[in-house]
């Protein structure tokens, strides 16, 4: 069982940072948890632009509803099969590279504080270098 993946993330264009939320799947509703999360953190902002594959976790029934009920968000989809456009997929790439890969872990609980860590002190953008904090 993998928790890993499941952490929608964006990352404010101007400031680089990353905003995450975690669960045990990706599922529409941990979108829409994502979405809340944006939307309690940018309260004043007219609009908040997200910029997403085609995951269908992002284009469901649920989360087509309740973006419509919250006109604040703009969704622009990114080209389908072009995962080197995504620039959330740099901090992927830095997570497995850092954390993930060939970890020493005993337990998952250890992986997991691990994993928020690095969610919280990681900074690839804007740039490219990933500014990260030890464990």
Not at 11 to 27: A, F, I, L, N, P
Not at 81 to 109: F, G, K
Request: charged letters at 25%.
């Amino acid at each position: 069982m993998s928790i890993i993946a499941p952490i929608p993330r964006t990352e404010h264009s101007g400031t680089g940072k990353v905003s995450y939320v975690g669960g045990d799947s990706k599922s529409s509703s941990l979108f829409i948890r994502l979405l809340k999360h944006l939307k309690s953190m940018y309260r004043r902002a007219k609009t908040i632009t997200l910029i997403v594959d085609n995951y269908i976790i992002h284009k469901s029934r649920e989360t087509q509803r309740r973006l419509k009920e919250n006109p604040k968000f703009r969704v622009i989809y990114q080209p389908v099969y072009s995962p080197w456009v995504n620039h959330v997929e740099r901090i992927w790439q830095a997570l497995h590279d850092t954390i993930t890969r060939n970890h020493q872990c005993r337990t998952m609980w250890q992986l997991l504080r691990k994993v928020r860590h690095f969610m919280d002190t990681a900074n690839p953008f804007p740039g490219g270098k990933h500014g990260l904090a030890k464990v």
